[in-house]
């Protein structure tokens, strides 16, 4: 059979795929275009796709025979599942793999967001580094803290889990409870209200869907502590970026952590101009690791869904009942 591949994925991928079929992979180091990737995918089986790509009902309707959707992702939010399931296309995702990378990348941001590590690597380059100073880059304290996480999956419990060495109070926010945290950490099931209230950190790990759109807005904001630090690691729509920008300019919270953006690759200019918000550019699962069994994971995925069969991550198992 023949599969399109919208982007070159580390080689293990791409080996298994090409002993069983035959594939195209985009040539370009950059993102297609939505009329790139169609072209690409016209005659084709299989789409092995990334977050960056809108796999939307056009594409998808595009091309008849297409019969299998494998996201080189975690989150499918790009994805337009509800349209491949009624067509009986089956669409994976990569789980699992990427949950500690993600989690490593979560408390990077949170370590330099509080210790200032960005701001102290750029005052030392330029040269102003004079000498040790009492008052100089004062951060947060972690250890014995109170750690929010919004979004107790996967991710949210590993980076949870992670705090171990820091002593912290756990608070979460679930549709259900977490018996790992509660049990290991002694963590506590709350409200939003209360976690953005009591937290000194508060970490998202939420997928993107319509009610968690702007989940954290101004007023949410607001009920945060100045000594605050927030961090997104999981989809930037999650945040109102416009009034994160006021709060981190304004002093209602300490700093911010993000890898993910509200219009990316687009970053809000204004959070560029400030010291007191981390960036990096998604790049939370890219360890070698994780972007290997990643490549591999989404080849299993599309190998299995190619013989009809349900892919081991399939996000629409429905289709196979
Ligand atoms: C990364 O953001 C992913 O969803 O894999
Ligand atoms: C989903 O993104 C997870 O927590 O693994």
């Given at each position: 059979m023949k599969i399109f591949v919208t982007r070159k994925i580390p080689e293990?991928?791409?080996?298994?795929?090409?002993?069983?079929h035959e594939i195209e992979v985009n040539p370009y180091d950059r993102v297609l275009t939505k009329k790139e990737i169609m072209q690409g995918l016209k005659g084709k089986d299989g789409l092995l796709c990334l977050l960056t790509d809108t796999i939307d009902e056009e594409v998808i309707s595009s091309e008849p025979k297409l019969k299998m959707i494998s996201s080189y992702a975690v989150g499918y939010n790009n994805i337009d599942v509800k349209e491949a399931t009624k067509r009986g296309i089956s669409v994976s995702n990569t789980p699992g793999v990427l949950t500690d990378a993600t989690a490593e990348m979560a408390w990077s941001l949170l370590f330099s967001a509080t210790r200032h590590i960005v701001e102290g690597d750029k005052f030392t380059r330029s040269g102003k580094?004079?000498?040790w100073d009492p008052m100089l880059l004062l951060g947060q304290g972690i250890t014995g803290k109170t750690l929010g996480i919004i979004g107790a999956g996967r991710i949210g419990t590993c980076f949870a889990l992670k705090s171990k060495g820091f002593n912290m109070k756990i608070l979460y926010v679930d549709g259900k409870t977490d018996d790992t945290l509660e049990n290991e950490l002694g963590a506590k099931k709350?409200?939003?209200d209360t976690l953005l209230k009591k937290s000194d950190f508060i970490s998202l790990h939420i997928p993107l869907l319509s009610s968690t759109h702007h989940l954290i807005g101004e007023?949410?904001?607001?009920?945060?502590?100045?000594t605050a630090v927030l961090i997104n690691t999981s989809r930037g729509p999650v945040i109102d970026e416009k009034a994160l920008v006021k709060a981190l300019k304004n002093g209602?919270?300490?700093?911010?952590?993000?890898?993910?953006?509200?219009?990316?690759?687009?970053?809000?200019?204004?959070l560029l101009k400030l010291?007191?918000?981390?960036l990096q550019p998604h790049s939370a699962s890219a360890t070698v690791?994780?972007?290997?069994?990643?490549?591999?994971?989404a080849a299993e995925n599309m190998l299995t869904g190619l013989k009809g069969e349900m892919p081991p991550n399939c996000v629409n198992p429905d289709i196979f009942n």
């Open positions: 293990p991928g791409l080996i298994l795929l090409r002993k069983e580094f004079k000498g709350v409200t939003l007023q949410e904001l607001r009920m945060m502590k100045k209602w919270i300490f700093g911010a952590g993000l890898d993910v953006y509200e219009n990316e690759p687009h970053v809000e200019k204004e010291n007191n918000v981390i690791e994780s972007r290997t069994k990643m490549a591999i994971m």
